[in-house]
């Protein structure tokens, strides 16, 4: 026999039991034969009169209650549908119950009655199978506040944000909003899970995506959520939508730059992010300016605070070095802690610099600002390898070059505190000429007696140190040195 069949022989036994005056048992017969076929019982119940509508309904919202006498008579009746089969009934009977049941909700969730709020809102959501956002956001809250349902609850809730935003937002933030903190932390949860599958897989990729909705449904709610941002970005990227992580981390890199005291780890990491997509884009010089503002971003940050007059002096040296460490480990994080990850990257930076060509043939302007943005990438190469004797060396040059002896002082002298590098012909010259420029001759001709007693014959320091001798006025020093 066929499910229509049953229904229809489920329903003649209730019309035999109504006419016997069984109007319990009658509804119990209806329900099962509704639950069987209800097409064919929504058909049948056409012929029943208001009064008999009236009297199954009442009798069906009875066994809805949580009561011990209601389930009771269900049990004695043999009734064993669930609330939603039930509810499903009473809107085959009538239509108009839907508000009605709609109206029940809010009192349920007050009282704790979460399961029930639950059946409710599934019988309405199956009598109308769209998504309506306010039916969707009461059986999530239930799902949420019941325990064990966090899957269903954050797909209804996605179900409704992916529907109407906007709904979802007053819902959540008016009705909600006592329980505001326990969604976040659903979300939340879900967000920051970690990956059961490997990458690429299709189970992989639809984390990715739920993981990303729900990034944008906290983020709704807290747009200027850091961590969220950046982990919202690293999905995108991972999903191969880089204009949109790209958009995402401008608009994120636009109001950091807003703040008058800006946090350098934030504005690191969301610089190195946006040079990653930029490298996926194969941008590379956006991704390098990224990557040279990033790294010194902690740096640029701390002398900014420090006042106008910390650009002149040497403690400029002293901040630069000392921002390096945390900068690194987010780099590190970014971009993989591997040797060969921060090498690949510090020869992308030492590439990009050996452009910057500040010969004489260049114009003031041009050679000027080539020398400036050399001395910025070489700072940022010192970040990836701090030890690195060419960046210290080439960033001192620049520094010189820009008129900042004392800088460029400073950087000499902890070259030459390594053993290594003490006696190093180079790095004694440019300090030299660096004391030339400050003044200070008695220290340059330290450096060039130095440098002379290992090359006693070399002609063109001779001619250096006549030339300091001239120029003060030393005649007697500068002859023995011509000769």
């Known amino acids: ?95 108009e119950a839907v508000t009605t049941c709609f109206a029940r909700i809010e009192p349920l969730l007050r009282e704790k009655r979460y399961q029930q709020v639950i059946d409710s809102c599934t019988a309405i959501l199956k009598q109308y199978p769209q998504d309506t956002p306010p039916i969707l956001l009461q059986r999530a809250l239930a799902r949420t506040l019941l325990g064990g349902r966090e899957k269903e609850a954050i797909s209804d809730y996605l179900r409704a944000y992916l529907k109407d935003k906007d709904i979802t937002m007053q819902v959540v933030r008016n009705k909600q909003g006592d329980h505001l903190d326990s969604i976040k932390e659903l979300m939340q949860n879900c967000v920051f899970s970690k990956p059961t599958s490997a990458a690429e897989t299709k189970a992989h990729k639809q984390w990715l995506a739920l993981t990303v909705d729900c990034c944008r449904f906290l983020l709704t709610f807290d747009p200027n959520d850091f961590r969220l941002q950046m982990t919202f970005t690293e999905r995108l990227k991972a999903m191969h939508k ?3 992580a790209l958009a995402m981390l401008t608009e ?31 941008q590379v010089d956006q991704a390098i300016s990224d990557i040279t503002a990033g790294l010194n971003a902690a740096s640029d940050i701390a002398l900014s605070q ?50 910057l060509s500040a ?35 080439k960033l001192a040059s620049c520094y010189a070059k820009l008129g900042k002896n004392k800088l460029a002082v400073k950087i000499y002298d902890k070259l030459l505190e390594d053993t290594h590098f003490s006696q190093d012909t180079a790095i004694l010259t440019a300090r030299a000429l660096c004391y030339r420029e400050l003044g200070n001759k ?42």
């Open 306 to 355: 420090k006042g106008p007059d910390s650009s002149t002096s040497s403690n400029e040296i002293d901040v630069i070095y000392s921002e390096k460490e945390k900068t690194l480990s987010i780099a590190k994080d970014i971009f993989g802690s591997k040797t060969n990850d921060i090498l690949e990257l510090y020869m992308l930076l030492d590439k990009s610099a050996s452009k």
């Open 252 to 282: 994120t890199i636009e109001v950091l730059h807003l703040d008058l005291k800006p946090d350098p780890a934030k504005l690191t990491e969301a610089l190195l992010r946006r040079s990653e997509c930029q490298i996926v884009k194969q």
């Open 359 to 393: 010969e004489d043939r260049f114009k003031t302007v041009t050679k000027m600002d080539n020398i400036r943005n050399s001395a910025d990438l070489y700072r940022a190469m010192l970040v990836l390898q701090p030890s690195s004797k060419d960046a210290q060396f």
């Open 1 to 95: 026999m066929t499910d229509s069949n049953q229904a229809e022989s489920f329903c003649v036994d209730g019309d035999i039991k109504y006419t016997a005056g069984n109007v319990a048992a009658a509804t119990a017969s209806y329900l099962q034969g509704h639950i069987l076929d209800s097409s064919s019982v929504k058909e049948h119940v056409t012929t029943f009169t208001e009064e008999q509508r009236s009297e199954s309904v009442e009798i069906l919202q009875n066994w809805l209650k949580p009561k011990e006498q209601s389930t009771t008579d269900k049990s004695k009746l043999g009734v064993q549908a669930t609330p939603d089969q039930i509810w499903e009934f009473i809107f085959c009977l009538e239509p």
């Open 442 to 483: 008695a220290e340059a001709q330290k450096d060039y007696d130095a440098l002379l007693r290992n090359n006693p014959r070399d002609v063109c320091l001779l001619c250096e140190r006549a030339m300091m001798y001239m120029e003060d006025g030393n005649n007697i020093a500068l002859v023995q040195d011509l000769m």
């Open 242 to 244: 880089i204009d949109r």
